[in-house]
């Protein structure tokens, strides 16, 4: 969980019969609220398996109809249930919406209509940040479109998004599924020079 931000606390509920084992949730404390909703807004994998975070009940909050298609959009993962999730959503408002709406194309493997959900935004008046193009170049990583994920990379300066480790890292993945280790590599150099750190994870994917 830490791409998306600094985790102030993390917590794994145990196994009453198996305490050195875990229930398979826990929470997650972060120190920003930009960075729960870019985590809540994509799937993370984990040992092979996908990871959802929805944000923690609060006391005396409850949950609108919209809130829950966007909830029941989360653990979407065909195209023929993204898309009858969001005829019930009806118009995307915000631009975390579009950003939701693309995770969720994403984890349908349907890379062109996630790309098309961010090519919308412009026309819906709004313009997407750093976590819609992250989605969108995760989805294009995922569909196998690894041409799509270097176009996003390159367009994001012209929305005022500067890429950061969490997009380059997908689109280098995305490279390195798609058979093109030379532009893997290019990438990994290209970040370095516009000052954004590898970690880890930029250098086992560039591999």
């Not at 305490?19 to 404390?29: A, D, L, R, W, Y």
């Not at 798609?178 to 290209?190: F, R, V």
């Amino acid at each position: 969980m830490s791409q998306y931000g600094v985790v102030t606390n993390a917590w794994l509920k145990p196994r009453p019969e198996a305490p050195s084992k875990h229930m398979g949730f826990g929470f997650v404390t972060f120190h920003a609220s930009s960075s729960a909703d870019a985590a809540q807004d994509q799937t993370t994998r984990l040992m092979g398996r996908d990871v959802i975070c929805q944000p923690a009940n609060q006391p005396g909050t409850g949950s609108s109809p919209r809130n829950r298609q966007f909830t029941n959009l989360k653990q979407a993962r065909t195209q023929i249930e993204v898309a009858n999730i969001l005829e019930e959503i009806g118009e995307l408002r915000t631009v975390k919406e579009h950003a939701m709406v693309i995770s969720a194309w994403g984890r349908a493997l349907a890379p062109d209509r996630a790309v098309e959900t961010l090519q919308q935004m412009g026309g819906d008046g709004l313009e997407p940040n750093e976590f819609c193009f992250a989605a969108a170049i995760s989805a294009c990583a995922r569909g196998g479109k690894w041409e799509y994920a270097l176009k996003l990379l390159r367009v994001m300066s012209h929305h005022g998004v500067d890429p950061n480790v969490i997009s380059y890292n997908t689109a280098i993945s995305a490279c390195e599924k798609g058979g093109e280790a030379d532009w893997a590599c290019k990438l990994l150099k290209s970040m370095q020079s516009r000052g954004v750190a590898p970690d880890v994870i930029s250098y086992n994917a560039a591999i």
